[in-house]
């Protein structure tokens, strides 16, 4: 993963370099002293290249360098066509050549030239004669992507340090040169320097995508959970990318950190149904089933009914008080909810209910057939199905249904089967069938 996102890194410090220097040359232009026709034609190239008529713009100046040898024209003309992957790139190198000693622009441009087409010795021989007399810090990042293309990433980091030791005090930090920092270190198995570097920048400057998405990386693969929280919820808020959220809730509830999980979830009004699914794991069966019951008045999907019935039972029987008035409820919102569409579990769920409380036995055989439908091996509903059976006083078809079940150990062996079991087999021994 290191290296594609060095790749990817290397690639936007490129476009970087062309775009720095295209904001600097709009507004120095030196204009010979009533040269009109000189300045008409200036204007008509940077029209285009502000309309986004990038050929027609780099054409023109083109054109300027060779009728009045204007080296900002020639600047500008190799920028566009570096930045617009546009056509001409040999001959504007060509022109370039003869001012390689003492254009610091055009010399960066033709080792951008020269990395671009793969040309790795062409552009370190450009920019070792540049950094003689120009200490520019972007003649350093490109001599570290040259090092870098080389694969000798232990000369590719050093390139990069000389970089960021000669950046000015406007131009620090630098997001591109603290990336290429860390990831050349991260290449040479530097993990603690690399850490150490992106920390420092979002000391200093705070957190970006890029920056803090390596970060999390690091943490991730150190198993620094609480710095990879916190920067995942920094990545949030910078980006507004619920995946980042997301991801971290998943990782807690991996974890078992439901708590955690649903105070982050509550802060940033994250995804109803996870919260609902928190708020039913951690028993907090009084909020899911407000939650539940708010979303179904927002959207009319019933699913969201069906979940507050369930809730509605589930904290009556955590609190021991179900009543004739409470059974009412939570029938009629699964009578009002449950459909064709509607999921097994709700129809096994409630076909259950009006077998174990003798509300409508024949009823929830039905609906319990319904989702052994969808789901025939599904041990909970083939208990169900042997309840209802058993209800009905039909010991012997209760009992062959449940046999599918006791080959599960650990379901045969849970309180409410045990239960089941011994009530089947005392009917069955009373000689009922």
Request: with cysteine; charged share 30%.
């Amino acid at each position: 993963m290191y290296r594609c996102l060095f790749l990817i890194i290397a690639v936007f410090a490129l476009n970087g370099c062309v775009i720095g220097e295209q904001s600097a040359y709009e507004t120095r232009w030196v204009v010979p002293e009533g040269n009109r026709a000189f300045d008409t034609k200036v204007i008509q190239a940077l029209n285009y290249e502000k309309a986004g008529e990038s050929k027609q713009a780099r054409d023109a100046f083109l054109q300027i360098y060779k009728d009045y040898q204007s080296e900002q024209a020639l600047e500008n003309a190799f920028m566009l066509t570096l930045f617009n992957n546009l056509d001409k790139g040999d001959e504007l190198n060509e022109l370039a050549k003869s001012h390689l000693d003492k254009n610091a622009a055009l010399a960066r441009f033709s080792a951008v030239y020269h990395l671009q087409n793969g040309e790795l010795q062409a552009a370190q021989s450009v920019l070792e004669r540049l950094v003689k007399w120009d200490k520019d810090f972007r003649n350093y990042e490109l001599l570290g992507d040259v090092a870098a293309g080389k694969r000798n990433f232990k000369q590719a980091l050093a390139h990069y340090k000389q970089s960021k030791a000669h950046l000015s005090e406007d131009t620090k930090p630098n997001e591109v040169i603290t990336l290429k920092i860390a990831e050349s270190e991260l290449l040479l198995g530097q993990s603690k320097n690399a850490q150490k570097e992106l920390e420092s920048f979002v000391d200093e400057l705070d957190c970006t995508a890029r920056v803090c998405l390596l970060l999390a990386k690091i943490y991730d693969d150190k198993g620094e959970n609480a710095k990879l929280e916190t920067t995942y919820l920094r990545l949030y808020e910078l980006t507004r990318d619920e995946s980042f959220v997301r991801v971290l809730l998943e990782r807690m509830m991996f974890e078992e950190k439901y708590d955690k999980a649903l105070e982050i979830a509550l802060k940033y009004e994250f995804d109803d149904d996870l919260t609902l699914f928190l708020y039913q794991r951690l028993d907090k069966f009084r909020e899911a089933y407000e939650l539940a019951l708010k979303r179904y008045e927002q959207s009319k999907d019933k699913k969201y009914l069906l979940i507050a019935a369930v809730m509605e039972f589930e904290e009556a029987t955590n609190k021991k008080k179900i009543n004739q008035s409470l059974l009412s409820s939570v029938s009629k919102k699964f009578e009002q909810g449950l459909d064709e569409h509607s999921g097994a579990l709700y129809l096994n769920y409630y076909g259950y209910l009006l077998i174990d409380y003798d509300l409508d036995v024949p009823k929830g055989i039905d609906l319990v057939k319904q989702a052994l439908k969808r789901e025939p091996h599904n041990l909970f509903y083939l208990d169900s199905l042997s309840w209802g059976y058993y209800k009905q006083g039909q010991c012997g078809e209760a009992w062959n249904v449940m046999l599918q079940t006791m080959h599960d150990k650990e379901f045969s062996n849970s309180q409410e089967s045990k239960e089941h079991i011994k009530a089947i087999q005392q009917c069955l021994s009373k000689g009922k069938r």
